[in-house]
């Protein structure tokens, strides 16, 4: 298992049933994710295609940590709305209401640390796919100049070959 990856429990049993099946988990490509350069036609080809590679790698990366993220926050969205059900039934002995009763479920401590869990768990997967959608952006506009610059090479023989 890829040591930078961050695996809670439900997301490390998923992986390691993709593990399990032959399937590899990619490990961060690198110390930072590269900056895509103010003006991306000054590299050179190779310069270019490297810049490419970095981003595909970090988006495989990205990617499976998106994964996680999504399954470790419904994890824990299940944990709360799980305790809130069972709670509500604890807690039910002695109020008059189920409004009392549901007031004492939401006011324990256990019910604080699960929402704090999912609070977390929340947060992280939408700052992951922030990054995700980031790194698909620069790659895709990476990829858009290739794509130019290819274009432009066919216009370019084909010219050569009338000029002459």
Do not use: C
Not at 13 to 29: F, I
Not at 85 to 96: D, F, P
Not at 99 to 123: G, I, R, V
Request: no cysteine; proline share 4%; charged share 30%.
């Amino acid at each position: 298992m890829p040591p930078n990856l961050r695996l809670r429990r439900a997301s490390r049993r998923a992986a390691n049933a993709a593990m399990g099946q032959g399937m590899w988990l990619p490990a961060r490509p690198g110390d930072e994710m590269p900056d895509l350069p103010h003006d991306v036609t000054e590299l050179d080809d190779s310069a270019l295609m490297t810049l490419f590679g970095q981003y595909t790698q970090w988006l495989e990366f990205v990617g499976v940590q998106l994964a996680a993220a999504e399954i470790d926050e419904a994890a824990a969205r299940d944990a709360l709305e799980r305790y809130k059900s069972i709670g509500l039934l604890n807690h039910s002995e002695g109020s008059k209401t189920v409004t009392a009763a549901k007031a004492k479920a939401l006011s324990s401590p256990e019910y604080e640390e699960l929402s704090d869990k999912y609070n977390e768990a929340h947060a992280y997967r939408k700052i992951i796919t922030a990054m995700y959608e980031s790194t698909e952006h620069k790659q895709r506009f990476v990829s858009r100049e290739l794509s130019r610059r290819i274009g432009r090479a066919d216009t370019d023989r084909r010219e050569g070959r009338w000029a002459a």
